[in-house]
């Protein structure tokens, strides 16, 4: 028998919601229905809603309102920021969450979480993709990976975006609380380090590299040390121009971020995550070099639903190089919606939950400590514990 749609509730309506989730749940409704919708722009839920065919008193501009109004199965929460305090909430209700990076910027805010032993998917979709699926199908047999090198090229967002036509409030909303609880868990996790690291921090790492992360971890190999990290911004003559001669402007453009360190049996491993803000497409690479050949991931942009991820697998064929290529239509978001709806339905657990997302956030503060470390950039927080603890 077939098991019942999720009544599902959306917190969060911005660029991610518009181009990829909802969408997506539109047109599975034999997984989900939309049975409430919130965000912080009364006017984007209501254009939102209206395109959704959301009930009117099914609208809400905060996740409390949402829960009051029951009828829901589970959550699904695509907000900006740490999503620790919104899941909390869920879980207080007994209801499941499907739960978009970042999950959290602190260990402090997992282990609280964990506490709690709620339900949770996190939303690293790459683990759902086929051709990461394949490619650790194509490693089930390695025990000898040399290298795992990541590499992300990353434009600006409205570049990603343009196809999605994304709506967004006519005028900017005014400071709410998430200024606070940012502030306050910029101190949790590195102190009173300066803007630009703490951005760097919560944007580039936990927010982007964590996906890379999530893909080592898929084929058993996650980063075992953090031996050495950079943290850098170099400005072209061409960017320069565009931006003028304000040279805080520059700082608006997020770094280049690079670590390497050791595998759990004893290989290496490479990070780079580059912001291009002249660069025409997203681009991620994720190569595994072993003992008998590579396995090689090339990922479009996210937001290109049903966009192929290509997969390259080389080996020796006699005296020959076989290659062997993989591209599927199948869109990774979609699958990960499946596997939330069997997790809820059915109990088969997710690829990340609560433990994952914690080693992810370990991990992108152990790259920052590392860097804190070489150059003696003032750091406190979690981080700043991690740069005693190094040897």
């Known amino acids: 028998m077939t098991a019942a749609p999720l009544r599902l509730g959306v917190l969060g309506l911005g660029a991610v919601a518009q181009a990829v989730h909802l969408p997506l749940l539109a047109k599975r409704p034999d997984l989900y229905t939309i049975a409430a919708v919130a965000d912080l722009s009364s006017e984007v839920t209501e254009v939102i809603g209206d395109r959704y065919g959301i009930p009117p008193r099914r609208r809400f501009t905060n996740l409390g309102d949402l829960l009051d109004a029951g009828g829901l199965d589970a959550v699904m929460i695509l907000a900006r920021g740490s999503h620790a305090p919104e899941v909390r909430a869920v879980f207080e209700r007994g209801l499941p969450v499907f739960c978009e990076k970042p999950l959290a910027y602190t260990l402090a805010e997992v282990d609280d979480l964990a506490a709690l032993g709620g339900r949770i998917l996190v939303g690293y979709m790459k683990q759902y993709d086929p051709a990461v699926i394949a490619a650790e199908r194509a490693l089930a047999e390695v025990d000898d990976i ?21 709506v967004g409030p ?9 200024e606070a609880i940012d502030r306050q868990l910029w101190r949790d996790a590195v102190g009173d380090a300066d803007e630009s690291l703490w951005r760097a921090y919560r944007g580039c790492l936990v927010s982007s590299l964590a996906h890379d992360l999530s893909i080592m971890r898929s084929f058993g190999a996650p980063p075992a040390t953090v031996e050495y990290a950079d943290i850098w911004r170099q400005i072209s003559r061409h960017t320069r121009r565009d931006v003028g001669r304000d040279r805080k402007s520059f700082g608006e453009h997020p770094p280049s971020i690079a670590a390497t360190g050791t595998l759990p049996a004893g290989g290496r491993y490479t990070l780079a995550w580059h912001y291009l803000p002249d660069f025409p497409a997203y681009r991620e690479t994720v190569r595994v070099v072993h003992g008998r050949g590579t396995v090689e991931l090339t990922f479009p942009s996210p937001y290109l639903l049903h966009a192929p991820t290509e997969l390259v697998v080389t080996t020796l064929d006699g005296d020959a190089e076989r290659r062997v290529s993989r591209r599927s239509v199948t869109e990774a978001f979609e699958t990960q919606l499946e596997a939330f709806h069997a997790y809820v339905r059915e109990g088969t657990p997710p690829r990340s939950g609560l433990a994952e997302g914690r080693a992810d956030v370990l991990t992108c503060q152990q790259i920052v400590a590392a860097y804190a470390a070489r150059t003696g950039t003032p750091v406190g927080g979690e981080v700043g514990r991690l740069v005693k603890e190094r040897p």
């Not at 040399?146 to 994304?166: D, M, Y």
């Not at 006519?170 to 998430?178: D, E, I, M, S, V």
């Open 170 to 178: 006519a005028t900017p909303l005014p400071p709410g609380p998430q």
């Open 146 to 166: 040399r290298s795992i090198e990541a590499t992300v090229l990353h434009p600006p967002g409205a570049s990603q975006l343009a196809l999605a036509r994304v």
